[in-house]
């Protein structure tokens, strides 16, 4: 099964994922495709796959994040197509999840998935084979490979780098954020009990 989990709109490319699906079928790989999230493409890119006939579920906005969670954690490949990503929560979160992630090479995924994923460069043919190449790989392997990536990334030391980059110190107990991101759920970045991180499906 494959994820795709971000806003449909032009600048996230999501049409790459059904065209790397189609391409899958078309090589004879009986793969389907579930898509989380909404946008001004969602109408075509249905009309697009129903044409096609491809198997692809589109479930719009997921705001439970349990039920995000467990999406990301069942799918064997999550892919992030956009060519515009500088961070990618969706991505990370999936690598938390133990899900290698297919992102494309012209964004900045490529260095935060590492070896837990591969990059793209191109369209439906080229995730199709990044795609495969990270299916032969062992099931467990790729799984733990794909956590230990996310480990690099608690919110502590996002908001570290971020603090760094503007010059600025956090005060005692600013920064209390001591777990990896990941996996749905919410993780305090705040003395603030309703700070709230975390992802779900973009609208």
């Known amino acids: 099964m494959l994820f795709h989990c971000g806003r449909l709109s032009p600048e996230k490319k999501p049409e790459r994922s059904v065209a790397a699906l189609a391409e ?4 004879g790989v009986p793969a389907v495709l579930v898509i989380a999230g909404d946008g001004p493409l969602r109408e ?13 579920w589109f479930l719009r906005y997921v705001a439970d994040r349990n039920v995000l969670a ?5 799918a064997d490949v999550v892919l992030a197509p956009g060519p515009i990503e500088t961070f ?19 964004s900045a995924l490529p260095e ?14 080229a995730y199709a084979d990044a795609i495969q190449e990270l299916a032969v790989r062992p099931r467990a392997d790729r799984r733990a490979e794909a956590r230990r990536r ?8 996002a908001v570290a780098g ?15 954020s001591l777990r990896p991101v990941g996996t749905g759920q919410s993780y305090r ?5 309703g700070t709230r991180g975390g992802n779900a499906a973009s609208r």
């Open 162 to 176: 971020f603090l760094r980059a503007h010059d600025l110190t956090p005060g005692p107990g600013e920064v209390r």
């Open 70 to 74: 467990r999406l990301l954690a069942t």
């Open 112 to 125: 935060v998935t590492g070896s837990a994923g591969l990059a793209a460069d191109g369209d439906g043919p």
């Open 189 to 193: 970045t705040s003395p603030d009990p």
């Open 44 to 56: 075509r890119m249905q009309a697009s796959a129903a044409r096609a006939r491809l198997p692809v």
């Open 150 to 157: 996310a480990e690099r990334y608690p919110w502590s030391a």
């Open 88 to 106: 990618g929560l969706a991505a990370l979160e999936a690598l938390a999840s133990g899900t290698p992630v297919v992102v494309s090479a012209q």
């Open 24 to 27: 899958l079928r078309a090589r």
